[in-house]
């Protein structure tokens, strides 16, 4: 599947990215396997299904009361950030944040960007403005390094490369890394990405990253991973830029091991990362070493519409492990690049819609049978299916009362469903109606369509029987 | 309006809602912890987890572990290791070749440290038992960049501080009050899963993580 160079598409085009992943058996094979294994680790890390229920209420609740005193944690953060010399700046847009990066990156001279993983660099499209603007921005994450350098976007949130084969990689690497040999050893692999991308961290004027937690009463950035690149791109650059989405806030230091235990083993199923890296402020005077400037850029982009409705607000409580994409069955067959946005899976689906409007998205919640799996193993009990309702309601209809229209409400009304629905009311609150619909369907059943629209798809069509119930009954009671 | 104000005005419009109560975290921990190991088992405990991250253990005395380093060092065939001045005078002690101490801002040797150096000695505040993690405070002394670049970091870790769990850890040693401006937990080498979800110790950091764990003569085994 061709996914070079893949920009936030137009919803429309979601189907034919489907079936086009759906027939590529090899892509089907990747995700599949990758996804079953994911599974078993996680399930490995939770043997206590009741143990893992009191996590859950813990961590659901710590995000919900974070996210209840959001404005008053933010304000917390960014004075104690500032008490301890880190920038804060606040984006309204993706736009807006873009500037706020390159202007800061511009005053620095900048060739080079380094970044650690960060999903809302992508979400923003980072990369593309730095480049329009005349700079490198360096992936060093290695499965985000592996998809730069294929000129791809990430198809999973945590591991970025996982649609691709290591035979894949190791021709990527003979073809585009100089001085690379064709090897399909992974630690060989390995081994070239670490020597090309330490040049790249020891040179680089400034490191990006994201952040996984903000601790409102400390002032502390904490990042979680296991290769060390964000311990690079945070501490080797003499500046250091942040960047994260407002929802991240949470007020104390003790409310981290709750959510960082879950988030790490709903992930990859490790009871901890190999890092993790708590950030409160540049070097300070007499240390040798870490970045002369931090910076935190602080990212709307949509996040304050769902958090003004008490119902879509619980999508924030979201903590990135990707547990609902590994066991979301549409997901696995389809991979992470087919829905087009930043943030594929269950939860692309109830967040992009904020991001991006139901214009562009409105199909994106279809894409789920409801079996509920996502909600079952999010470890902060977000009920995505629920949500997922609702944004295909307001996908076909106006806001209720009382309610602003989300960004794109009602793009996917469509008149014939209207019409269909209120021909249905009509017919079942109508009995004669409904019995001479009744006298006419069994009649003239002969002239039933045989193309069901979305039906037949894959099934056979639908087709009235001879006699109604009313009619079956009507006889057996005679007898 | 700047993007600030506009944002919190958003925050601040949204209705309200029930109030949730401040989340008990302690109370969860008291309930549910670990808090009832003893020391054998907290070491034991912390051992089995740091070698399962592919972490080397090497219980030492407070008498030998120069020595003990030094031997290390010899058969891992190290030739520059790079320390901080709190160690300074046993590792001079200890006879070693190839010291190189972190005693002056990085901006003027990046490139030697990334290309020269082979591994570091660092201190540690302490260690959880429950994930097999260090705790590294770098300082103005022993500089963040010491655990991160040699691709083999020692680390000096003292028995009598290991915590069952992260929780424990972080109330005991009172961090929120007294957050530096790096701190960290590390559990084993550096790695990385992102190759078709096949694990790969070096990814950027560290490719080894030998804990020297200060113990009593008794604890050795």
């Known amino acids: 599947m061709n996914a070079q160079h893949l920009q936030f598409v137009p919803a429309s085009e979601f189907r034919q990215r489907a079936a086009a992943a759906v027939a590529d058996e090899h892509l089907r094979r990747s995700f599949r396997g990758a996804m079953d294994f994911l599974i078993g680790k996680r399930a490995a890390q939770f043997p206590d299904a009741s143990a893992l229920e009191r996590q859950r209420a813990l961590a659901e609740h710590i995000r919900k009361y974070s996210l209840a005193r959001l404005p008053e944690l933010l304000e917390q953060l960014e004075r104690k950030l500032t008490e301890n010399g880190v920038q804060v700046h606040w984006a309204e847009s993706p736009e807006q944040a873009n500037a706020i990066i390159i202007d800061i990156a511009r005053r620095h001279g ?168 708590m950030i409160s402020g540049p070097r300070k005077p007499g ?193 | 309006m700047s993007a600030r104000e506009n944002i919190l005005q958003r925050l601040r419009a949204a209705p309200q809602g029930t109030q949730p109560l401040a989340p008990d975290v302690p109370g969860f921990y008291a309930a549910t912890g670990n808090g009832s190991a003893d020391r054998a088992a907290r070491i034991e405990r912390f051992c089995e987890k740091m070698t399962f991250w592919h972490g080397e253990v090497v219980r030492v005395t407070r008498g030998n572990w120069p020595q003990k380093l030094h031997e290390l060092v010899a058969a891992k065939g190290v030739r520059s290791l790079l320390y901080g001045e709190r160690h300074a005078a046993e590792l001079l002690a200890s006879g070693m070749s190839g010291l190189r101490p972190y005693d002056r801002p990085i901006d003027g040797w990046k490139k030697e440290l990334f290309e020269k150096i082979d591994a570091s000695l660092t201190s540690t505040r302490g260690a959880i038992a429950e994930t097999g993690t260090l705790i590294v405070w770098p300082d103005a002394d022993e500089p963040r960049l010491m655990s991160l670049v040699p691709p083999i970091h020692f680390a000096l870790l003292d028995a009598d501080q290991i915590y069952d769990d992260l929780f424990q850890a972080m109330t005991a040693q009172g961090w929120s009050a007294s957050m530096p401006t790096n701190a960290l937990l590390v559990s084993g080498p550096s790695k990385t899963a992102d190759i078709q979800v096949t694990l790969a110790y070096g990814a950027h950091g560290p490719k080894e993580l030998i804990v020297l764990l200060l113990v009593n003569e008794e604890e050795l085994k």
């Open chain 1, 110 to 277: 900048t060739k080079l960007m380094v970044k650690g993983k960060s999903m809302v660099s992508e979400e923003i499209e980072l990369n593309h403005a730095m480049a329009d603007a005349g700079m490198e921005a360096l992936e060093s994450d290695m499965g985000e390094y592996i998809v730069q350098l294929d000129g791809e976007k990430p198809s999973h949130i945590i591991m970025p490369a996982i649609h691709k084969t290591k035979e894949e990689i190791a021709r990527l690497f003979a073809a585009k890394v100089p001085g690379a040999s064709y090897t399909d050893s992974v630690d060989e692999l390995i081994g070239i990405g670490r020597a090309v991308l330490r040049e790249k961290f020891r040179t680089a004027e400034i490191g990006l990253s994201g952040v996984n937690f903000a601790v409102a009463e400390t002032g502390t950035l904490c990042l979680v991973e296991n290769e060390g690149n964000g311990r690079m791109c945070t501490t080797v650059p003499d500046v250091h830029v942040a960047i994260t989405g407002i929802e991240k806030v949470v007020e104390k230091l003790e409310h981290v091991p709750p959510l960082f235990g879950l988030l790490t083993r709903s992930a990859t199923g490790q009871a901890i990362t190999t890092y993790f890296n």
């Open chain 1, 287 to 479: 240390e040798k070493d870490g970045p002369r400037e931090v910076h935190l850029v602080l990212v709307d982009n949509g996040r304050t519409q769902a958090y003004a409705d008490e119902q879509l607000r619980s999508t924030l409580q979201c903590i990135r492990c990707g547990a609902c994409m590994n066991h979301c069955p549409v997901y696995t067959r389809i991979g992470g690049h087919a829905y087009g946005t930043t943030y594929p899976g269950p939860i692309g689906e109830i967040i992009s819609p904020h991001m991006l409007g139901l214009a562009a998205t409105h199909v994106l919640p279809t894409a789920s049978s409801l079996c509920g799996a996502c909600g079952e193993v999010c470890p902060v009990r977000i009920p995505i299916p629920d949500l997922l309702i609702r944004l295909r309601a307001e996908a076909q209809h106006d806001a209720r009362p009382g309610h602003a229209p989300l960004l794109g409400q009602g793009a996917a009304k469509s008149r014939l469903a209207d019409a269909v629905w209120s021909g249905w009311a009509a017919l079942y609150t109508r009995p004669a109606l409904y019995r001479a619909f009744g006298w006419l369907a069994t009649r003239f059943r002969a002239l039933t369509p045989p193309m069901q629209s979305g039906w037949t798809v894959s099934r056979t069509p639908l087709k009235p029987a001879s006699r109604t119930l009313h009619d079956e009954m009507a006889a057996r009671n005679k007898r």
